[in-house]
């Protein structure tokens, strides 16, 4: 089959219920839990995509036995110390940073050197953001000047804890430093920037030795040493960074309405919402439950009337941080002149995304203005495209493509939109939901 997408017609408005699949920090985060239990750990709805899919090969490389059936993951953990490897062992966590970042927390004791490589993408984005870190607990890496992968990890017998500023609101650092203060004799203390907190809740829901304290722009995280990790089974909730895709569609025609079933509105990820109800556009979240500590609702949203520019407040970027090649679509349509600022980690993502942001308002005929770390979108309430649009050689990521694939949806123009299989990353289904929205009831 093609690996190119072309549209030529704006979608109909639509009256809609979808279910996105499992959220991919969740899943992530559950197959390395699992993997560090003593017992059998059962999720439902993980993710099966590729990064997920790197995961468990990860896990299955450090010896841990994974079975993969269609309703089912399950992970066969050996306990904390369980896992058991070949020397010279190599880990590749191809597209995901994610699954690089943390895993390397837990290979901070690893006594045969471990190497990390990954995919084309993965290998420009920056490494040295974990190994610094990673390094004060006296583990040592061997790594490019680029600071990029592969990188190797010489792990160490003496951890001793430390003190960390996590100041970036990097999830993936916090997370990786958590799981290396598990590993580790005494306290590890992290002062961290607000951030996703998938991992804070599950250890919380574990019941391990882990201390948060929310202050107002911050987090204080306290963590001791790990012995045991009981098996963890999990309902993985929908993603809202998949929803994304599918709310801005909503946003941006006349006249639809759509239901999200069962989505994970953790308020450390909810960013979007709250940018898109300043801009104008009405949430309302049904069914709303509390789930091992997660907060999980279905998301109804109908089609505003205007959309207005926002001066996004800093404070909402961490939250949105995966959102915001999506949210400049919304600007393009909104009346004003939209901004969005301190947003330097956009181009540490699986592609220079400030950057990609900047060059599809471009050639969606939208003004904008950027700096290494903000943009400036002229909103035009009218727009229309009539032009051809190709969007191609974007380090295959994933946002980017989903992102192209709404803007032809929204405004018209004839799009031919490359790499479509950077969406098995993240979301094999997308274009699936896409084609459902089409149908009539
Ligand atoms: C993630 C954290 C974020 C996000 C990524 C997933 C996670 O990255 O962009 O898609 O699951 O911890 P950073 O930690 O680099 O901000």
Not at 273 to 283: A, P, R, S, T
Request: with cysteine; glycine share 6%; proline share 3%.
């Amino acid at each position: 089959m093609s690996n190119l997408v072309t549209i030529k017609r704006k979608i109909n408005n639509f009256n809609k219920v979808i279910n996105v699949s499992g959220d991919k920090s969740i899943s992530i985060r559950w197959v390395l839990f699992s993997s560090l239990a003593k017992g059998n750990s059962k999720a439902k709805n993980l993710l099966m995509s590729e990064d997920v899919l790197a995961a468990i090969t990860a896990v299955k490389k450090l010896g841990i036995k994974v079975h993969v059936s269609r309703n089912e993951c399950v992970v066969y953990g050996k306990g904390f110390d369980g896992y058991n490897y070949k020397k010279n062992l190599t880990i590749n966590a191809e597209n995901s940073g994610t699954l690089g970042r943390l895993i390397l927390g837990l290979l901070i004791n690893t006594s045969n050197p471990i190497k990390l490589i990954g995919d084309k993408s993965l290998s420009k984005r920056d490494f040295s953001r974990i190994s610094k870190p990673l390094s004060k607990f006296g583990a040592k890496f061997i790594l490019r000047k680029s600071k990029s992968l592969p990188l190797v990890i010489l792990g160490s017998s003496n951890l001793k804890p430390f003190k960390y500023f996590e100041n970036r609101g990097s999830a993936q650092c916090k997370s990786s430093v958590i799981f290396g203060g598990m590993r580790t004799n005494g306290t590890t203390v992290i002062k961290a920037k607000k951030s996703r907190n998938h991992t804070e809740l599950l250890c919380r829901h574990l019941k391990l030795p882990i201390i948060v304290k929310n202050k107002k722009n911050y987090d204080e995280i306290l963590i001791k040493k790990v012995n045991e990790i009981k098996p963890l089974n999990y309902k993985i909730p929908g993603d809202i960074s998949s929803s994304a895709f599918f709310i801005v569609l909503t946003a941006l025609l006349t006249d639809s309405k759509l239901i999200i079933k069962d989505v994970n509105i953790n308020p450390s990820r909810i960013g979007i919402i709250i940018i898109l109800k300043k801009m104008g556009v009405n949430f309302i979240f049904k069914n709303k439950r509390i789930y091992k500590g997660e907060k999980i609702a279905d998301i109804k949203i109908k089609s505003p009337k205007t959309l207005k520019a926002i001066n996004c407040p800093t404070k909402l970027n961490s939250g949105a941080i995966d959102e915001f090649l999506i949210i400049f679509l919304v600007a393009a349509k909104a009346k004003g002149i939209s901004y969005f600022k301190n947003l330097d980690e956009l181009n540490q993502k699986e592609s220079p995304r400030l950057e990609w942001g900047k060059y599809i308002l471009n050639q969606m005929g939208v003004k904008s203005i950027t700096t290494k770390s903000s943009i400036k979108i002229y909103g035009n309430p009218k727009l229309n495209i009539n032009k051809q649009i190709i969007i191609k050689n974007y380090l295959k990521d994933h946002r980017v493509f989903m992102t192209s694939v709404i803007a032809a949806l929204s405004f018209g123009g004839k799009w031919k939109i490359h790499d479509k299989d950077s969406i098995k990353t993240s979301f094999p289904n997308f274009l699936k939901i896409i084609n459902s929205l089409k149908d009539s009831d």
